[in-house]
Antibody, heavy 121, light 108 residues
Framework: MQLVESGGKLEQPGRSLRLSCVAS????????MHWVRQVPGKGLEWVSG????????GYADSVKGRFTISRDSAKNSLHLQMNSLRAEDTALYFC???????????????WGQGTVVTVSS | EIVLTQSPGTLSLSPGDRATLSCRAS????????IAWYQQKPGQAPRLLIS???SRATGIPDRFRGSGSGTDFTLIITSLEPEDFAVYHC????????FGGGTKVEIK
């Protein structure tokens, strides 16, 4: 089982960025997926989650209204559309697989290596 | 939202020692809620150790033991191996997902 993130880069405040995560080695459609971020040297922060069928999504208060999570079953991929970027969004962003179909449930049993987002002028 | 507080921030121990890590929740973890533990080494992604408070993930050695209920949860590493020196994160799931601030287990 593998998750590979991409899309991270240096971007200016107020601009947009789209992260992607491609899954392999498991039945992508059977599981909820999540984004988690980490500022270097700090703890983990849950960002967003989506259920197996995209029927339910959730967001941390810090990103609600600015970020949108989505998934594409045809391409086994997860996405995070990040709008109105702020300096405090700077972090390493991990894609993670839930052990459950519902994003409210399940621990995260597979993680990608992350993609770095830097927001600075 | 359940806030998780991990203590201590840093634990300085020697190989062979027993490590006891604490994770305290701001309110009772009940119903669908549960606690997981992750290990993270420098430059790596977190790795799931324990889910459902006490169930070891696939391939995790039995020296890792999770326990607890209510607001107090514990991860015990019964005898530290050299590869166990890392940062450990607790997580609440089954509702809004939250993480604790982490405990670093370092070599004394």
């Amino acid at each position: 089982m593998q998750l590979v993130e991409s899309g991270g880069k240096l971007e200016q405040p107020g601009r947009s960025l789209r992260l992607s995560c491609v899954a392999s080695g498991f039945t992508f459609d059977d599981y909820a997926m999540h984004w988690v971020r980490q500022v270097p040297g700090k703890g983990l922060e849950w960002v967003s989650g989506i259920s197996w069928n995209s029927g339910s999504t959730g967001y941390a208060d810090s990103v609600k209204g600015r970020f949108t999570i989505s998934r594409d079953s045809a391409k086994n991929s997860l996405h995070l559309q990040m709008n109105s970027l702020r300096a405090e969004d700077t972090a390493l962003y991990f894609c993670a697989k839930s052990g459950h179909y519902d994003f409210w449930s399940g621990s995260f049993d597979v993680w990608g290596q992350g993609t770095v987002v830097t927001v600075s002028s | 939202e359940i806030v998780l507080t991990q203590s201590p921030g840093t634990l300085s121990l020697s190989p062979g020692d027993r490590a006891t890590l604490s994770c305290r929740a701001s309110q009772t973890v009940s119903g669908r809620g549960s606690i997981a533990w992750y290990q993270q080494k420098p430059g790596q992604a977190p790795r799931l150790l324990i889910s459902g408070t006490s169930s070891r993930a696939t391939g995790i050695p039995d020296r890792f033991r999770g326990s607890g209920s209510g607001t107090d949860f514990t991860l015990i590493i019964t005898s530290l191996e050299p590869e166990d020196f890392a940062v450990y994160h607790c997580q609440h799931y089954g509702g809004l997902v939250t993480f604790g601030g982490g405990t670093k287990v370092e070599i004394k």
